[in-house]
């Protein structure tokens, strides 16, 4: 995987959908490896995205705010605070090459 700022979901054999990852040949070990590796980055972009999303969230839902993002979410509030913190307290230009971003890997919901 080269060193981007975009996750690419689209990789060598793997077409991944909504609903999973379709396989359309057979792949070599490299490409297994690199997707493991894009899948990995999800999850860390996904805790990132979620926090900057409530943040956003704050202007339009004032006090509601958790309780809507829990409902879209399914999610609980407890985590989305957390998501919502570690995402102000680091600027996105400070996020790259930080190492306090594994700090949002744990427990997820």
């Known amino acids: ?12 054999p793997y077409r991944t959908t909504y609903v999973g990852m379709e396989v359309t040949r057979k792949s070599t ?7 493991g590796t894009a899948l990995q980055k999800i999850d860390e972009v ?12 704050k202007r339009h839902y004032g006090d509601g ?11 609980d509030n407890n985590y989305l605070r957390q998501m919502k913190s570690l995402s102000e307290r680091f600027e996105l ?9 594994p700090c949002l890997r744990g427990p997820h919901p």
Do not use: H
């Open 46 to 57: 996904r805790q990132w995205a979620i926090g900057d999303w409530l943040a956003d969230g």
């Open 29 to 35: 070990k490299k490409e297994w490896k690199d997707y």
């Open 93 to 101: 230009l400070n996020r790259f090459n930080n190492p306090y971003s």
């Open 1 to 12: 995987m080269g060193n981007t700022k975009e996750v690419d979901l689209q990789r060598g």
């Open 65 to 75: 705010l958790y309780k809507k993002a829990a409902e879209i979410m399914g999610v």
